[in-house]
């Protein structure tokens, strides 16, 4: 063998010695380098994942969401909101932003009710407190009714704060633990916002929150809801709850992948004893959430707890993959670090409100399905509205587009 091929096989020995060592080292030291993803596998992951088994159902389009509060209801909303504008359904909106919330929804609070071209109205979703008879002038007899609940205990902490600069029992006590403590010290029936501070799932639900708890009272509530609502929720499982939505709507799980939206900052948890007396304050909810508790498990052993299992990971993994597609961090992010207004979370009260920025370097169709993920109610229903209702018209009585041009292309 000459020496320059003994020379060059040396210096490709060593080369490989080198290259080998640069791996060991980047692997040791925890570096990694970004992939570049081509555009076309970018659309791939982007694209609905094929539903688990073949579908014998037809997805339902009339559909009717009671917003609760404090119970990540606006991470539902943004699903409905996604779902309507993706098929051209057509949203029954109110005036503003809610349906002249506290007050009972009534069917004139809903824009272009009285538009002799208004086409029928697809989804019902925005804040109200529940009155199923005006409910049922605004929607289809087949609508699918739903709901979601969540423990009165740490809905009660979530409250305050969110909203203890508008509720006159909140704002009396000195600190949570003082409400707390004592309540019936700090709350009056009919004080301003004071419905925030009592049996506010109750309230919601469209019954008196004051009223004096007996066991047949609040049965007949329970049974009333449980006529009434297809299916109800709990926030405390939610992507369970998320797989059930799926399964009864006869949706593909793209449809139901959601990031948490008003997110607050920071949350305290509660000492056992201050959870037991939020429930006993709260006794109304307590019971209804503990009657639903129940009728939820029922609904996941009939649907199979193995399969329930293999359906959330599915969920969550694709949660995963649509966040690193889309999002410039998979945590949520303050609001002041989001540039953009059209995704900037609304902040109310003393907690700040979390949101989600987006990747930059995002082809322009993808960014806009990762931003329509991220959008917050307030900036999505003006967007639906002025979708619905062009030219600014403010009382629906003008040209209003029709469903097939209201989906985001």
């Known amino acids: 063998m000459r020496l320059g091929q003994v020379c060059r096989i040396q210096v490709m020995g060593f080369g490989l010695v080198v290259l080998m060592a640069i791996g060991l080292t980047i692997q040791l030291l925890g570096i990694h380098f970004p992939k570049r993803t ?18 014998t159902c037809q997805p339902k389009r009339h559909i009717v969401f009671l917003k609760t509060h404090k119970t990540a209801g606006s991470t539902i ?20 932003y809610q349906f002249n919330y506290p007050n009972l929804f009534h069917s004139r609070r809903v824009k272009g009710i009285n538009s002799p071209n208004r086409p029928q109205y697809d989804v019902l979703c925005h804040h109200m407190r529940f009155n199923l008879p005006e409910v049922r002038k605004v929607m289809p007899t087949d609508s699918f009714y739903f709901t979601i ?35 019936s010290h700090y709350y009056r029936e009919g004080e301003r916002s004071n419905h925030y501070a009592r049996n506010l799932l109750w309230f919601d639900l469209g019954f008196n ?17 449980e006529g009434t609502f297809n299916l109800v929720l709990l926030a405390e499982y939610f992507d369970e709850s998320m797989v059930l939505l799926k399964e009864e709507l006869c949706w593909d799980l793209d449809d139901v992948v959601t990031f948490k939206l008003n997110i607050r900052g920071s949350s ?9 007396k ?28 193995e399969k329930m299992d293999n359906e959330v990971m599915r969920l969550r993994e694709r949660r995963q993959q649509l966040g690193e597609l ?5 945590q949520p992010v303050r609001a002041e670090d989001i540039k953009e207004d059209a995704i900037k979370p609304f902040q109310f009260g003393q907690e700040k409100i979390l949101g989600w920025a987006i990747r930059k370097d995002l082809e322009p169709y993808i960014r806009s399905r990762c931003v329509q993920m991220v959008t917050p109610e307030l900036q999505y229903k003006d967007l639906l509205d002025a979708r619905q209702f062009p030219a600014g018209s403010q009382n629906g009585t003008q040209t209003i587009v029709t469903p097939a041009r209201v989906a985001v292309r």
């Open 268 to 276: 305290r948890p509660l000492e056992p004893e201050e959870v037991k």
């Open 326 to 330: 889309c999002l410039e961090d998979l």
């Open 209 to 225: 929150p004051n009223a004096p708890f007996t066991v047949t009272l609040a049965r007949a509530g329970a049974r009333a809801v």
């Open 149 to 183: 609940l969540r423990d009165p205990a740490t809905m009660a902490e979530s409250s305050f704060s969110y909203y203890r600069s508008v509720s006159s029992a909140f704002k009396k006590a000195p600190h949570f633990k003082a409400f707390i403590s004592h309540p």
């Open 38 to 55: 081509s555009q076309s596998s970018t659309l791939r992951v982007l694209s609905s994942l094929p539903p688990s088994l073949p579908r």
């Open 278 to 305: 939020l429930r006993a304050w709260n006794t109304l909810d307590w019971y209804l959430y503990e009657y639903f508790n129940r009728t939820f498990w029922d609904k996941v052993e009939r649907f199979g707890k």
């Open 77 to 96: 909303l943004n699903l409905l909101h996604r779902y309507g504008d993706k098929h051209g359904l057509f949203f029954a909106l109110p005036i503003k």
